[in-house]
């Protein structure tokens, strides 16, 4: 299957601070990339749509300003989670597909985000 | 809007026995199902993918979809201890391809 890789796999960081997590696809252009959070116990929820060189469409509740989505290249996204607060801690994993994939979904290794 | 129920489990099942997970879906434009194998604090991995009504079949996994009755199963044979995980099932549909994904349910295969 197709490659997706996510950095970093874990990140602690301090209340008010932005944190940035990069999604690749390694071996496919990704047209589209999803963005989906996790609380334990949970299922995954989507947070986002982009696709390459547009703006990224939010599921409704997710807040645009807070969560900036960059889908600049057809192998990178970036989340960027600004101004973390405790309750944004969570289990971040990033997916994505494109014309070679044939309508499947590949998944990032995700990010665990834990707010002090 | 667009559902996919899943019975939230726990399954468990002897090692060796046939594990059989469910799924049922609202969106009746829903055209691929896929399901998802997820262990405890990884990411969701694809197992299989089914696009028409019928069984599919890969090693000891087979795929069933019934479109009239919008239901998708997965059935594991001679299950292994390393199949337990979190089985998430999932459709989509339109040109996004936007997966909706179930809860998912819990599966433990004891030695």
């Known amino acids: 299957g197709a490659v997706v890789s996510q950095h970093p796999s874990w990140v602690i960081c301090k209340s008010g601070t932005s944190v940035k997590i990069e999604c690749r696809s390694l071996d496919f252009q990704a047209t589209t990339m999803f963005w989906y959070r996790q609380f334990p116990k949970q299922s995954l929820m989507l947070m986002a749509t982009s696709n390459e060189g547009s703006k990224a469409t939010y599921e409704q509740g997710v807040e645009k300003d807070k969560f900036l989505i960059n889908h600049a290249s057809l192998t990178l996204s970036t989340l960027t989670v600004t101004s973390a607060h405790p309750e944004d801690s969570s289990f971040y994993i990033c997916?994505?597909?494109?014309?070679?994939?044939?309508?499947?979904?590949?998944f990032g290794s995700g990010t665990q985000l834990s707010v002090l | 809007q667009k559902e996919v129920e899943q019975n939230s489990g726990p399954l468990s099942v002897p090692e060796g026995a046939i594990a059989s997970l469910n799924c049922t879906y609202s969106?009746?434009?829903?055209?691929?199902f896929f399901w998802y194998r997820q262990y405890s604090g990884k990411s969701p991995e694809l197992i299989m993918s089914i696009y028409s009504n019928g069984d599919k079949e890969d090693g000891r996994f087979t795929a069933q979809l019934n479109k009239a009755s919008q239901y998708v199963s997965l059935l594991i044979r001679d299950s292994q201890p390393s199949d337990s995980a979190t089985y998430l099932c999932?459709?989509?549909?339109?040109?996004?391809?936007?997966?909706?994904f179930g809860k998912g349910t819990l599966l433990t295969v004891n030695p």
């Open positions: 997916s994505a597909r494109g014309p070679s994939t044939n309508e499947k979904l590949f």
């Open positions: 969106d009746r434009g829903s055209q691929s």
């Open positions: 999932a459709g989509s549909g339109g040109s996004n391809y936007k997966l909706t």
